[in-house]
């Protein structure tokens, strides 16, 4: 069987750091050179793979929807080229940029797995190398064509997983969704549809690949309020004085919210103007329900709609690809509660 090609863009993190006097930095050419001299990697099992080191390489928590655009835009170049695809990515904004790409693509036929480590791969107990070495073993032998994040033996969708533990080796989790697939002794499909034969045969004809859509993304002007008990209606005023087109209300439990008349005209207010106002719990696990409480119910009536069992980072990118293509407000909140990517239960 000929043996499969995975592209990995690797755009920085913890992964290929070194030790500096300002703490870990970004060093070209580090891990690569690492990875070539790794035996493991190169061993007949593996797959063959092609390393595009960017320039320059960054610490995950400077990325912006335009480093998103630049990672889709690789991959879509090399789309044809390639079995799949990895994306070696920082840890602290990992979930956001699944969860970007999983929306800007549309029909993929091919895996792409973004994953990193919270130990350089050059260190004494990295897990940058098992991270790596799964990523693209699984990549190739057991693709499940969507985007997943890849970490600590653990498939998780992309679009469903949160960076939960700052420093743990376990740093990702997926509150709402069981992992696709978990890699110990055995390798076990969870949640996730293993591409078969067929599927597989598909892809590879011209008419499956010219299917795949990859949809911009812009910056968008996105607010975030998280409530808490005593919070003004000033201050939510003030955010949306800002030049937002859409606030995510982090509420509590089940998306309730504070039955304050001056905090509900503003949000009332705002819906009218045509600024999207989603109900986000800020609870880890579950979903929101407007009609569980007269708390909820009331945000319902000032025309907030509900981001169901969403994680932020999905509820985010999610509006930044809806609003990057200037739908009619009507379409926005319809979409913004239709599962597109497999990012919410309904
Ligand atoms: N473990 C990591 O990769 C953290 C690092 N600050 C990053 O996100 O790039």
């Known amino acids: 069987m000929m043996k499969k090609n995975i592209y990995v863009a690797y755009t920085g993190g913890t992964i290929g750091m070194k030790q500096s006097d300002q703490g870990y930095i970004p060093v070209k ?4 050179d690492a990875i070539n001299r790794t035996p493991d990697f190169h061993r007949t099992e593996m797959p063959d793979f092609v390393i595009n080191e960017y320039e320059p390489l960054i610490d995950s928590s400077n990325m912006t929807p335009k480093d998103w655009q630049r990672i ?3 991959i879509y170049q090399h789309y044809d080229d390639f079995d799949a695809f990895v994306v070696l990515h920082g840890t602290d904004t990992m979930a956001y940029t699944a969860s970007a790409l999983s929306f800007m693509f549309q ?3 091919k895996p792409i797995i973004v994953t990193g480590s919270q130990i350089p791969f050059s260190q004494l107990r990295s897990d940058g190398q098992e991270n790596l070495l799964n990523s693209l073993f699984i990549a ?3 693709p499940i064509n969507e985007v997943g994040l890849y970490f600590n033996n653990k498939l998780f969708r992309g679009n469903r997983s949160i960076k939960a533990y700052a420093d743990g080796f376990n740093a990702f989790d997926s509150p709402n969704m069981e992992p696709l697939l978990e ?3 055995d390798i076990k499909i969870k949640a996730g549809r293993l591409a078969d034969e067929t599927t597989l045969a598909d892809t590879t004809t011209k008419e499956a690949r010219q299917a795949l859509k990859l949809v911009p993304i812009t910056p968008q ?3 975030v309020v998280h409530l808490y008990p005593g919070i003004s209606h000033e201050l939510i005023s003030n955010v949306l004085q800002q030049p937002v087109k859409a606030l ?3 509420s509590y439990g089940v998306g309730n919210a504070p039955q304050d008349e001056q905090l509900l005209r503003v949000l009332k207010q705002a819906t009218e103007k045509g600024i999207l106002i989603l109900n986000l719990s800020q609870c880890v696990k579950g979903k929101v329900n407007m009609g569980g409480y007269a708390t909820g119910s009331s945000l319902s009536q000032c025309g907030l709609i509900s981001g169901a069992d969403m994680t932020l980072e999905a509820a985010l990118t999610k ?3 809806l609003l990057s293509q200037n739908l009619p407000y009507e379409t926005l909140c319809q979409l913004m509660q239709e599962n597109l990517r497999g990012e919410l239960s309904l």
């Open 29 to 32: 050419g580090h891990l690569t």
């Open 72 to 74: 889709a835009d690789d």
């Open 107 to 109: 029909h993929l036929s």
């Open 140 to 142: 190739a032998n057991y």
């Open 183 to 185: 890699a110990g002794i």
């Open 221 to 223: 002007p996105v607010g």
């Open 248 to 250: 995510i209300l982090r």
């Open 319 to 321: 509006l930044h690809f």
